[in-house]
């Protein structure tokens, strides 16, 4: 059965950098077509999809935080972190580690995210 | 503004059937999957449907999905108490090269 936990700090300053890590089981990231993500829900708002690395490192980035973002895996310890630089209190949402399903292996991209993590609330402020 | 249009709000006394659009653009619905999600009070969104029309194992066959050109639309059929949830749809959207959501919509059971 797949499981994945989000673990890292609940508050962090303006202009910092936070580092969330996502330690997951039940899967591989080196089997073919296995895809995580972090997606992020700010208070009473809706979901709002972050980033995706594939088992072969391909990375996929928001184009609206590509820049502060990076993604990265270790397979032999099964987690994946997501850095995000110079965070603001619009940031303050909850993150979720989420596994990828579907899709088709370097021809079509995962089709939905079917296992969540509990998610981690993260707050931005000074 | 999210790139999935849903309407905010729906409701339905229970025992009767509800529905929730999502309407998007040829680069996302129009020619990708979509999928649904549930989000009860306080916890972590719950696939509901994926590839359109299937459901996980587990999720009863009240819940059902279509897609009609460039919109999506879940279905709840004899609805309950416990249903009263956001619920999300989501796609690939080929434009941006990244998933998009909906805005999300709040079932209330009257």
């Known amino acids: 059965q797949i499981t994945l936990k989000e673990s890292g700090p609940t508050l962090v300053k303006p202009t910092q950098t936070l580092t969330l890590t996502c330690t997951f089981s039940?899967?591989?990231?080196?089997?073919?077509?296995?895809?995580v993500a972090w997606i992020r829900q700010p208070p009473g708002k809706a979901l709002e999809w972050l980033t995706l690395?594939?088992?072969?490192?391909?990375?996929r980035y928001s184009r609206s935080l590509k820049t502060r973002l990076t993604i990265t895996k270790d397979t032999s310890k099964n987690q994946v972190v997501l850095r995000m630089t110079n965070m603001d209190p619009v940031d303050t949402a909850t993150y979720y580690c989420?596994?990828?399903?579907?899709?088709?292996?370097?021809?079509?991209?995962?089709?939905?995210?079917?296992?969540w993590g509990q998610g981690t609330q993260v707050t931005v402020s000074s | 503004q999210s790139v999935l249009t849903q309407p905010p709000s729906v409701s339905a006394a229970p025992g009767q059937k509800v529905t929730i659009s999502c309407s998007g653009s040829?680069?996302?619905?129009?020619?990708?999957?979509v999928s649904w999600y549930q989000q009860l009070p306080g916890t972590a969104p719950k696939l509901l449907i994926y590839?359109?029309?299937k459901r996980p194992s587990g999720i009863p066959d009240r819940f059902s999905g279509s897609k009609s050109g460039t919109s999506a639309t879940l279905g709840i059929t004899g609805v309950q108490t416990g249903d009263e949830a956001d619920y999300y749809c989501?796609?690939?959207?080929?434009?941006?090269?990244?998933?998009?959501f909906g805005g999300g919509t709040k079932l209330t059971v009257l």
């Open positions: 590839d359109i029309i």
């Open positions: 040829s680069s996302n619905i129009g020619n990708n999957y």
């Open positions: 989420v596994h990828g399903g579907g899709g088709l292996a370097m021809v079509r991209e995962i089709d939905y995210f079917d296992y």
């Open positions: 989501a796609t690939w959207d080929s434009s941006l090269s990244g998933w998009v």
């Open positions: 690395i594939y088992w072969n490192d391909d990375k």
């Open positions: 039940g899967f591989s990231l080196s089997t073919t077509g296995a895809g």
